[in-house]
């Protein structure tokens, strides 16, 4: 029930729309219950062509109601198909002004329905780009893709068309009730006798529903998660011929997803019949008591017909809310899994003290940082160094020696676990997170592009970047030829991640997009790892405009990119070993000069661009 109250909270603010869709059902279900009630006139009037009565032979509220109404107008004493053609007339005149509203209404629930899917997919949406970098490696991107889509839609539906449908349900309920109950009350009561049974058919299916769908919902999850990423190593799954493969881990997805959804579904299906057998043994009932009433001359037969009439619209109603328990699982189960994202804390966040930028005068320095992406599972070990502002410094070591953590934990992209990263002596911590990261400019091996132009993808951190300026971040990159030689220059769209590049072109534009940022601290992540020795060296000659006057982090497993460094630390399983130049290093006759002769037993022949 609570996360049910915490969906109706994404109803406040379409109040206007919903409360006119409310007025108009309502409106809905009265002219409804007036069609069967015209069913009274309408045999009576027959009747009395027939021989039969002219006029209500009974004296219940529906007969003094219809009276005061439509008996002003409909003379059943005349002639009588003059009272039969005014009284279709009526009928006529009331479906015609009942489907007016039923559209109003299935227009406006519209408007609510497609203004809270947008609502709730917005605000999950921009809660999952605040949340932090452990977030997403804790939780699989098709689990995360499921929730923002699968989900969200389960969420609509429990929203909008079943609350609508439960809403709709209790008004035409209340309408066919008081209709019912002017005619005869003692009928009503019979109608009643099985409606607690009807309820007491959905109880126990509830948590059985529950369970399955949640299960549905994950193993749809699952499946989004395989379809990303096969797709995304679709280049090495033909590489390794692993098509049957994937293929069979595929089918075994989904088939274990529809026995999952069937065996759902068939607890869902089993109950609708067990409801239709009650309601049909509740139609038995009135057919038996109400007979009896009319041959006690309680009831007339006309008012019994218009009864057994609105019973129909007594039943159906009753069906649905004791359906709801039910139906509404998926889209509850659904509200469960979103919201454990929208409850995911965002750790790393403004401080009520957070400053800007202090500026990069002097020093960046690292004291005693350890991390942990887990606790009690350090992957760093109290390192601490420091960066003159301007210098060049290098973090060389093997694969899971903590390297790329120890810049991320500059940016805050995660929190340290110990000791502190402080900017002229001012702690990260203490800086406003957006002032620090716009003063980061990241060039990483694993590129990243976006489906649109090349002039997006470079003005991506200066979306008010001018043309020219754009141009000029090329040219500087050595990217303004062949973007030129592009089919739309600019404006080419370059396909989901650069796909249309080599990966000599997708790190130019990488590089051209930071030099628009203009940042005063640089990080190169692998920049040129995966590059051949002609690309390696357009990108090294792109680099050295924006080495000048930077503070630069170099990140390699080559040490030949990192040999004019003016210093360069060596890691090893998250911990600070060994720093100096280049030539001390090798001198020192330790990890890095091991490393050194592992690689280039000959000498380098490439190195990080002079300043």
Do not use: C
């Amino acid at each position: 029930m609570e996360h049910f109250t915490r969906l109706l909270s994404f109803l406040r603010p379409h109040t206007p729309f919903l409360a006119a869709a409310v007025v108009a059902t309502f409106v809905f279900a009265v002219l409804d219950a007036a069609v069967y009630v015209l069913l009274i006139p309408f045999l009576e009037a027959l009747f009395a062509g027939q021989g039969g009565a002219a006029s209500p032979s009974t004296s219940t509220g529906m007969s003094r109601l219809l009276d005061a109404t439509v008996y002003r107008w409909v003379d059943l004493q005349g002639p009588p198909m003059e009272a039969v053609q005014r009284i279709i007339v009526l009928i006529l005149g009331l479906f015609l002004v009942k489907n007016a509203v039923h559209f109003a209404r299935t227009y406006l629930a519209a408007r609510v329905e497609q203004g809270v899917n947008r609502d709730l997919r917005n605000q999950v949406y921009d809660h999952l780009v605040d949340l932090d970098l452990a977030f997403f490696g804790r939780v699989r991107m098709g689990q995360i893709v499921s929730r923002l889509t699968t989900e969200v839609e389960q969420i609509r539906v429990l929203v909008t068309a079943e609350l609508s449908r439960l809403l709709t349900a209790g008004l035409e309920f209340g309408v066919a009730l008081v209709a019912m109950l002017l005619i005869s009350w003692k009928l009503t009561a019979a109608a009643f006798v099985v409606i607690p049974g009807t309820m007491i058919v959905w109880g126990p299916l509830v948590s059985v529903l529950r369970r399955r769908d949640r299960r549905v919902l994950h193993l749809g999850g699952e499946v989004n998660a395989h379809v990303q990423e096969t797709l995304s190593g679709i280049r090495l799954v033909k590489a390794s011929s692993a098509e049957s493969r994937e293929r069979a881990r595929f089918h075994s997805l989904t088939s274990g997803y529809f026995r999952t959804f069937m065996r759902a579904e068939l607890a869902r299906a089993a109950a609708a019949p067990m409801t239709e057998m009650l309601a049909a043994v509740g139609t038995v009932i009135l057919l038996w008591y109400g007979s009896g009433l009319v041959v006690a001359g309680e009831l007339s037969g006309p008012e019994f017909i218009g009864f057994l009439g609105l019973s129909l619209k007594l039943y159906a109603p009753v069906k649905n809310v004791a359906r709801f328990p039910a139906t509404a699982q998926p889209g509850l189960v659904a509200a469960e899994r979103v919201f454990e994202f929208l409850d995911a804390p965002v750790e790393i966040r403004d401080g009520p003290d957070a400053r800007s930028w202090p500026g990069l005068d002097h020093a960046i320095a690292f004291e005693d940082v350890s991390f942990a992406y887990r606790p009690g599972e350090l992957v760093l070990h109290e390192v601490s160094f420091t960066v003159p502002a301007g210098s060049t410094v290098a973090l060389v070591g093997p694969s899971g020696a903590g390297k790329t953590t120890l810049v991320d934990l500059l940016g805050r992209f995660f929190e340290v676990s110990g000791g502190r990263i402080a900017v002229d002596g001012v702690d990260v911590r203490d800086i406003q997170v957006a002032e620090l990261r716009s003063r980061l400019g990241i060039v990483s091996q694993d590129t990243v592009l976006f489906h649109d132009t090349v002039r997006a993808n470079i003005a991506y951190g200066r979306p008010d970047a001018t043309d020219d300026e754009v141009v000029a971040a090329a040219r500087a990159a050595h990217a303004h030829d062949f973007v030129m030689s592009m089919r739309d220059g600019y404006d080419t769209v370059i396909g989901e991640r650069g796909v249309e590049l080599s990966g000599g072109q997708r790190q130019r534009l990488a590089i051209a997009r930071a030099v628009l940022r203009d940042p005063p601290i640089l990080i190169f992540d692998e920049a040129t790892s995966a590059l051949d020795t002609e690309s390696e060296r357009l990108i090294q000659d792109a680099m050295v405009g924006l080495l000048e006057g930077r503070t630069v982090f170099v990140i390699a497993h080559r040490l030949s990119t990192v040999e004019r460094a003016d210093r360069i630390l060596v890691l090893e399983e998250g911990r600070l070993v060994e720093s100096g130049t280049h030539d001390e290093l090798r001198a020192a006759s330790g990890p890095y000069r091991r490393l050194h002769d592992l690689q280039y037993g000959d000498g380098a022949t490439t190195a990080l661009p002079s300043r």
